[in-house]
C-alpha cells in the first residue's frame, strides 16, 4: 500500500519568512496529493491540492509543487504569518475506485513573531 | 450541509469499557473513513467505507476494534474492552469516490481511557 514520509517534523520560522515542508510516496500510482492545516484542538482541513497532471500550484502565499518521477511533492508558505502556525499534513490517493487518503505524519509549523 | 458530524467530542471511561463512537457523513458522499490521531503516531486509518460497504480494515489495531455502517448515513466506531493505549482523537471523514476530491473530517471525538 501507500507509504507518504513527511519532513521536518516541526519547524520553526519568523514572520515573513518561507516555510517548505516535503514529502515523499512510494505508490507510483497515486495521483492525488492534498495538504491539510490542523489548528490545535481542530479537525484538519484542506488548504489545497494537486493532481498529477499539474506540475504546480499557487494560492495566494501558498504553492504546492509536485515531481511524479522522484515521488515527492512540497508545500511552499510565502510571507509567514502568526496565524500560519499549525500542524500541516501532506496525503496522497489513487484515483483508481477505492482508495483513501494516506496521510504523512504531519509538521508542526511556529511563526516566531 | 452540517458537515461531518461525530458524537460525543469527548468521552472519558474506565479501562474494559465499551465505548462507541458515531459518525454521521455528509450527506451524498459515498465513501467514509475512520481515522485514529496520537502525538506518536499522527493520523492513521483505521477502517474506510465504500457505498457502506467496508473495503479496508487492515488499519484496525486489534480485535477490540469494530466499525459498522448500516446505511449511507451513519457510522459507529467501537472499542470493546476499551484500553488506556487507545486513548486518542478519532476523526470520521468522508467524500466522494473515485473524483479525488477532499475528504472532510469531522470534529473527532477525543477518547480518554483510565
Known amino acids: 500500500g501507500e507509504n507518504v514520509e513527511q519532513h521536518p517534523s516541526t519547524l520553526s520560522v519568523q514572520e515573513g519568512d518561507s516555510a517548505v515542508i516535503k514529502c515523499t510516496y512510494s505508490?507510483?500510482?497515486?495521483?492525488?496529493f492534498p495538504w491539510y492545516k490542523q489548528e490545535l484542538g481542530k479537525r484538519p482541513q484542506l488548504i489545497i491540492d494537486i493532481r498529477s497532471n499539474v506540475g504546480e500550484k499557487k494560492d495566494q502565499r501558498i504553492a504546492v509543487t509536485l515531481n511524479k518521477t522522484a515521488k515527492h511533492f512540497s508545500l511552499h508558505i510565502t510571507e509567514t504569518q502568526p496565524e500560519d502556525s499549525a500542524v500541516y499534513f501532506c496525503a496522497a490517493s489513487a484515483n483508481s475506485g477505492n482508495t483513501p487518503l494516506v496521510f504523512g505524519k504531519g509538521t508542526r509549523l511556529s511563526v516566531i513573531a | 450541509d452540517a458537515g461531518v458530524i461525530q458524537s460525543p467530542r469527548h468521552e472519558v471511561t474506565e479501562m474494559g469499557q465499551e465505548v462507541t463512537l458515531r459518525c454521521k457523513p455528509i450527506?451524498?458522499?459515498?465513501?467514509l473513513f475512520w481515522y485514529r490521531q496520537t502525538m506518536m503516531r499522527g493520523l492513521e486509518l483505521l477502517i474506510y467505507f465504500n457505498n457502506n460497504v467496508p473495503i479496508d480494515d487492515s488499519g484496525m489495531p486489534e480485535d477490540r476494534f469494530s466499525a459498522k455502517m448500516p446505511n449511507a448515513s451513519f457510522s459507529t466506531l467501537k472499542i470493546q474492552p476499551s484500553e488506556p493505549r487507545d486513548s486518542a482523537v478519532y476523526f470520521c471523514a468522508s467524500s466522494l469516490t473515485g473524483m479525488n476530491t477532499e475528504a472532510f473530517f469531522g470534529q473527532g471525538t477525543r477518547l480518554t481511557v483510565v
Open positions: 450527506s451524498g458522499h459515498n465513501s
Open positions: 505508490d507510483s500510482a497515486s495521483n492525488y
